[in-house]
Nanobody, 115 residues
Framework: QVQLVESGGGSVQAGASLRLTCTAP?????MGWYRQAPGKQREMVAN???????NYADSVQGRFTISGDNDKNTVFLQMNSLKPEDTAVYCC????????????WGQGTQVTVFA
């Protein structure tokens, strides 16, 4: 069982910043963050392939930045200019190397943004 260790999150006012951190026990092909708000489907927020390529949801492009420390098998999600619509449970997701790869999920951390 692979355990992803998440930290960060919290409650902030609109316009503030938060940083999420996720660490895997060993190197992963990719790591990233998904979120799910009440009554909505889960959506990909940002993803980083170990080589450095990143992808973002349109809704966070320009406000969120995902980065990583490969030596520590860790990714960071810097969230700036937070909006109330960013309120959700954010879950770290990691995919292993190999074909097919396996996906692992963190337990999730709550991010709440007040207007």
């Amino acid at each position: 069982q692979v355990q992803l260790v998440e930290s960060g999150g919290g409650s902030v006012q609109a316009g503030a910043s938060l940083r999420l951190t996720c660490t895997a026990p060993h190197p992963m092909f990719s790591m990233g963050w998904y979120r799910q708000a009440p009554g909505k489907q889960r959506e990909m927020v940002a993803n980083r392939i170990r080589g450095g390529t990143t992808n973002y949801a349109d809704s966070v492009q320009g406000r969120f930045t995902i980065s990583g420390d490969n030596d520590k098998n860790t990714v960071f999600l810097q969230m700036n200019s937070l909006k109330p619509e960013d309120t959700a449970v954010y879950c770290c997701q990691a995919s292993t190397f190999g074909v097919p790869g396996r996906d692992y999920w963190g337990q999730g951390t709550q991010v709440t943004v007040f207007a």
